[in-house]
């Protein structure tokens, strides 16, 4: 290969670069979460991304996006900057019935603090899915905390909840997924990156 087949080859593979790295995404169950995505000013990473199940069925899939990886409620709790998680319905749910299990899983989770700091987002997320009736495959949730705007729940890209510039708000929502009593052991898992356990022979 001469000099200038090789400078243009690795002039072409400059180029291709950024665009590989943009379009890098894990997929789930068909949804595909990309590696990085701008937040308030911010670069995040992928810190984990799974399936919620009902029984056999799945319901959605979950990603959940921090500016330093994170593999324990805790540390996700306590890093700095922006943080996301995202949801895209996998099958149809009766939205009311959908606000109902997160605002009762906020109850299960939060700490007696947070839940009372939570309260005013709990009733606006009983408010916002009595408007949308039904949720069906490919409508997402996405639950973000911006340092100095706040926490903010959109359905469907459409801000519904917030801003409420505490961060206890977050906190609150966030550990339907990553509380004691959380909505599916295997995503919590799954979101905080801990790998799965190997199979016993």
Same mark, same amino acid.
Do not use: C
């Given at each position: 290969m001469n000099l200038r087949r090789v400078v243009t080859l690795a +002039?072409?593979? $400059?180029?291709? &670069? %950024?665009?590989? &790295?943009?379009?890098?995404?894990? =997929?789930?169950?068909?949804?595909? +979460?990309?590696?990085?995505?701008?937040?308030?000013g911010s670069t995040l990473q992928l810190n984990g991304?799974? *399936?919620?199940?009902?029984? *056999?069925?799945?319901?959605?899939?979950?990603?959940?996006y921090l500016s330093t990886k994170a593999q324990t409620p805790e540390a996700v709790l306590a890093a700095p900057g922006a943080k996301r998680i995202h949801l895209v319905l996998l099958r149809a749910l009766d939205a009311n019935e959908f606000g109902k299990i997160l605002s009762a899983g906020i109850e299960h989770n939060a700490s007696r603090e947070e839940f009372v700091q939570a309260l005013p987002a709990i009733s606006r997320m009983g408010e916002a899915s009595s408007q949308y009736k039904q949720l069906v495959p490919g409508d997402t949730l996405t639950i973000? !905390?911006?340092?100095?705007?706040?926490?903010?729940? $959109?359905?469907?890209?459409? %801000?519904?909840?917030?801003?409420?510039?505490?961060?206890? @708000?977050?906190?609150?929502?966030?550990? *339907? !997924?990553?509380?004691?009593?959380?909505? =599916? !052991?295997?995503?919590?898992?799954?979101?905080?990156? @801990? %790998?799965?356990? &190997? %199979?016993?022979?």
């Open positions: +002039f072409a593979l $400059s180029l291709a &670069a %950024p665009v590989l &790295a943009q379009t890098a995404a894990t =997929d789930v169950a068909g949804v595909k +979460f990309p590696h990085t995505l701008q937040l308030g991304a799974g *399936i919620r199940y009902k029984a *056999i069925f799945k319901v959605y899939a979950a990603g959940m973000d !905390w911006v340092p100095g705007t706040g926490a903010t729940l $959109s359905v469907k890209g459409k %801000p519904e909840v917030g801003p409420y510039n505490d961060v206890r @708000v977050f906190n609150a929502m966030a550990k *339907i !997924w990553l509380g004691k009593n959380p909505a =599916d !052991w295997q995503l919590k898992d799954a979101l905080l990156g @801990v %790998p799965k356990a &190997a %199979p016993v022979n």
